[in-house]
């Protein structure tokens, strides 16, 4: 499995952004997937994940929404309200060992390159 994420960039605070992560190759049937990131000095932290349920961390609950198009293999995280501490590098992640939306990145067998989301004015 291979993962292509796209959508990060600059944006002002209070702006939105839509990250966009496609899953290649044999995809197991029950899998989970998700987005983490991390920031500069920091470690990395989950975002959100959506398996049978879906997760997200207390700081972005009600800002962001992730979704996933099981034709299509691929996860959203449509990021609203976005603040300065968002900032960091995305990483989308995928898990072919259960349905579980787990939220330890060490679960997580695949992952995507990576793109950056800055929010500044």
């Known amino acids: 499995v291979q993962l292509q994420a796209s959508g990060g960039g600059l944006v002002q605070p209070g702006g939105s952004l839509r990250l966009s992560c496609a899953a290649s190759g044999r995809t197991a049937s029950r899998n989970s997937m998700g987005w983490f990131r991390q920031a500069p000095g920091k470690e990395r932290e989950v975002v959100a994940v959506i398996g049978w349920y879906i997760y997200y961390a207390p700081s972005v609950k009600g800002r962001f929404t992730i979704s996933k198009d099981n034709a299509k293999n691929t996860v959203y995280l449509q990021m609203n309200n976005l603040k300065p501490e968002d900032t960091a590098v995305y990483y989308c992640?995928?898990?072919?060992?259960?349905?579980?939306?787990?939220?330890?990145?060490?679960?997580?067998?695949?992952w995507g390159q990576g793109t950056q989301v800055t929010v500044s004015s």
């Open positions: 992640a995928y898990s072919g060992a259960s349905d579980y939306a787990d939220t330890t990145a060490s679960k997580y067998d695949t």
